[in-house]
């Protein structure tokens, strides 16, 4: 019987590790570059690997650099903004364009009632609830989560020595047509 338990016990271990090993935890980069990488580098990922258009691309003081490109990220239409330090590629910041309608946000009152009741979530576009689950998929659960006007709206996955590294996902109200936004950071290279 002890056999036969620990055995049971080997198998729930081995199990639980192999589930685990599934998830990358380290954000180190995104799209084939790697935090780091020089201008020169990801521009020739962006334009050759990735079929990236590029629109614009300045630097706005000494070893800081920025690349605007058009993108097609996993069959979602946007835009990328690359940022360049003298420590290579420490952010890339993309908006993706909303094909369907969302209905508005709705204000949320500040009375105790409405806190007492269920988190409000803001209405998610297709492209937020698929890179949502596929980030999950990647990173496993989110580390913090962001609210607009009383309601979810996005969340962040961190890791590295003081949670550096992260990436941020949220459901942006505003004017233009570009509404969900996904960035990648690198702090340690600002």
């Known amino acids: 019987m002890k056999k036969i338990l620990l055995a049971l016990l080997f198998a729930a271990v081995m199990g639980a590790g192999a589930g685990a090993a599934e998830i990358d935890d380290t954000i180190d980069g995104v799209w084939g570059m ?3 990488t020089p201008v020169a580098e990801a521009a020739r990922i962006m334009t050759e690997q990735n079929n990236a258009a590029l629109l614009c691309e300045y630097s706005y003081v000494p070893n800081y650099h920025e690349a605007f490109y058009k993108v097609n990220f996993f069959g979602r239409e946007g835009h990328l903004l690359l940022r360049f330090s003298k420590r290579g590629l420490f952010l890339a910041r993309f908006a993706f364009i909303r094909a369907e309608q969302l209905p508005a946000a709705a204000p949320q009152s500040s009375s105790a009632e409405n806190k007492k009741k269920e988190k409000k979530y803001l209405a998610f576009s297709r492209n937020f609830t ?3 689950a596929m980030l999950t998929r990647k990173y496993g659960a989110a580390k ?9 709206s996005g969340y962040q996955w961190i890791t590295g020595t003081f949670g550096r590294q992260s990436v941020v996902l949220f459901e942006n ?15 340690s290279r600002k």
Not at 144 to 152: C, F, Q, V
């Open 34 to 36: 790697k935090f780091g």
């Open 173 to 187: 109200r505003s004017l233009s047509r570009n509404d969900t936004v996904l960035s990648y950071e690198d702090a």
């Open 144 to 152: 913090a989560e962001y609210t607009a006007d009383g309601a979810l």
């Open 130 to 132: 698929e890179l949502n």
